[in-house]
């Protein structure tokens, strides 16, 4: 009896070992189709749709896709440059044309 018992227990033990390996088989098999599959849309999707772009310059056009410039169509109510030149650049003409409206205002009055 025990012997028939301990045979038993090898054959089932055997059974579920082979049924582990078979999940695990077909796992990988899964998991293989899967990424063949995603390899070929990659392939599919870059022969319909390829811009020649190296990765680098897609990523860049996709970052400015996603997250655009507006100042193109605000450039029309930014201050634009005058004759006089932007204010923070030539500070000292500020202070000459208040020392002038004021020699100006003493010699008139």
Same mark, same amino acid.
């Given at each position: ?6 045979? /038993?227990?090898? #054959? ?10 078979? /999940?695990?088989?077909?796992? /990988?098999?899964?998991?293989? =189709?899967? =990424?063949?599959?995603?390899? #070929?849309?990659?392939? !599919?999707? !870059? ?7 190296? @990765?680098?310059?897609?990523d /860049? ?9 507006? !100042? ?7 201050s @634009?440059? #005058?004759?006089e030149?932007?204010?923070?650049? =030539?500070? =000292? ?5 208040? @020392? ?5 205002? !003493?010699?008139?009055?």
């Amino acid at each position: 009896d025990c012997h028939t018992a301990h045979i /038993e227990a090898c #054959s089932l033990f055997r059974h579920i070992c082979q049924a582990v390996v078979n /999940e695990w088989d077909n796992q /990988e098999k899964r998991k293989q =189709e899967q =990424e063949q599959l995603k390899a #070929s849309l990659y392939r !599919s999707r !870059s022969r319909l749709h390829g811009s020649g772009l190296t @990765q680098d310059q897609q990523d /860049e056009t996709d970052f400015r896709r996603h997250f655009p410039q507006f !100042s193109k169509d605000f450039a029309d109510i930014l201050s @634009q440059p #005058s004759l006089e030149g932007p204010a923070d650049t =030539e500070p =000292e003409h500020e202070g000459d044309a208040a @020392q002038q409206a004021a020699a100006a205002a !003493s010699l008139s009055g």
